[in-house]
């Protein structure tokens, strides 16, 4: 019984895993096209403040 729970458990990982990496390969490099990207998550030297001004975002 135990056994089983750990297979499902690391197929399930396992999906979301894979569905992660395919995301980042397919579905972002089509939004980069289509959008602008002002700022990426790790903040400091990444974030292009002329475009967030421009675009009336802001950054925290």
């Known amino acids: 019984m135990f056994i089983k729970i750990v297979k499902t458990f690391l ?3 396992s ?3 894979i569905l992660g990496v395919v995301n980042a ?3 972002v490099p ?3 096209r289509h959008g602008e990207i ?3 998550r790790g ?3 990444a974030v292009n403040y002329e ?3 421009k675009t009336g975002c802001t950054a925290l």
Do not use: E, M, T
Request: glycine share 10%; with cysteine; charged share 15%.
């Open 38 to 40: 002002v700022a990426y």
């Open 11 to 13: 197929i399930a990982l």
């Open 30 to 32: 089509d939004l980069q």
């Open 15 to 17: 999906c979301i895993i």
């Open 51 to 53: 475009k967030l001004k």
């Open 25 to 27: 390969y397919v579905f």
């Open 43 to 45: 903040g400091g030297s």
